[in-house]
């Protein structure tokens, strides 16, 4: 069985070499293992350092595209090289290497097609109060999303099945962390985690910019994951909150008209319908979502069967592109 370890890469000279010095060759049970780096535009020696380390492949974009474009990429030409399972870990040495036989023994041992490395998040020195919140509120919301158990979503150290590599489509820009696993969820694809360790801090995330920076692309990341894979739901439920709100006005009018003291309450009833309004409008995009989900899903089988004909007779060259 062919295992490819992919790293994503942006300007990452100094820690790669520690990194890399890590990572397995091999497996228990013969397993052959690969190594990947996707540079991600790097300005520094990042790809000469890759191929001074042993890198098996290399694959460029020729400007920064960011971490979840990078991350397709790599599962791309993990693919065209033919690997069994993909394993992705961070340049930073952010994920013990030791734990990789334990990340890929599930699906080895066919119990699972995604297998993600749980973190101690409350035993992590290097992340702030915030952010521990933030990494609880989001895997909280994946779970809710995927009916998945994952107690770390946002954790990117996790070994995919080439099957399970196949059917996953990234659509958000900032991070594949939270989609993949909702993706893996509402597709069935079994799915389980083992808890890791973590490394001392070598440099600072390049995810996390500046907390305020993090704390509103986690928020809008979580918010338009319900839009995308639970729309009617999302809309659903916006459409109850207008509709309570009209028909306590109406109630508020009503009471006051039977009452005798209707007059000068019509403000009320305006109010009320506009809210009725919305309410109603919003349920028909709840419907319209919920078609365009299921579409959705029917285009995304299309793509897999075709990717999987496609990769049946996999190249066995180095898909060393530029994109």
């Not at 028909?247 to 403000?267: A, C, E, T």
């Not at 075709?306 to 060393?320: F, I, R």
């Amino acid at each position: 069985m062919k295992i490819i370890i992919q790293i994503p890469c942006y300007n990452e000279e100094k820690s790669l070499p520690v990194t890399l010095a890590e990572l397995p060759r091999t497996i228990e049970g013969g397993h052959v293992v690969e190594w990947l780096i996707i540079d991600d535009g790097s300005t520094d020696r990042t790809v000469q350092v890759a191929r001074q380390c042993g890198v098996d492949h290399v694959v460029s974009h020729s400007r920064n595209l960011g971490l979840a474009r990078t991350f397709k990429t790599g599962l791309g030409a993990c693919l065209t090289l033919g690997a069994d399972i993909i394993v992705n870990t961070d340049a930073d040495n952010q994920y013990c290497a030791s734990y990789i036989p334990a990340l890929v023994k599930p699906i080895i041992e066919h119990e699972a097609e995604m297998v993600i490395g749980v973190r101690p998040i409350e035993y992590i020195d290097d992340f702030s109060r915030v952010k521990k919140l933030l990494q609880k509120i989001g895997s909280w919301a994946v779970r809710r999303a995927s009916n998945t158990d994952i107690p770390d979503a946002p954790s990117g150290f996790r070994a995919i099945s080439r099957d399970c590599a196949m059917r996953l489509t990234v659509f958000n820009n900032y991070t594949y962390t939270l989609e993949t696993i909702i993706q893996a969820g509402q597709k069935q694809i079994p799915l389980t985690w083992i808890p890791v360790k973590t490394n001392s801090k070598l440099r600072e995330s390049r995810l996390v910019r500046s907390l305020p920076n993090y704390v509103w692309r986690s928020l809008v990341t979580i918010i338009r994951m319900f839009v995308v894979y639970k729309p009617f739901r999302f809309f659903a439920l916006v459409a109850a909150f207008f509709i309570v709100l009209g028909m306590v006005g109406d109630i508020r009018f009503l009471y006051y008209y039977l009452s005798g003291q209707g007059k000068g309450h019509i403000q009320s009833l305006i109010l009320s319908s506009t809210l009725l309004g919305f309410g109603c409008i919003t349920f028909l995009t709840a419907l319209l979502a919920d078609l365009l989900s299921v579409n959705r899903m029917l285009l995304e089988e299309i793509r897999y069967r075709l990717l999987k004909n496609e990769m049946s007779a996999p190249s066995a060259g180095d898909p060393g592109t530029k994109s």
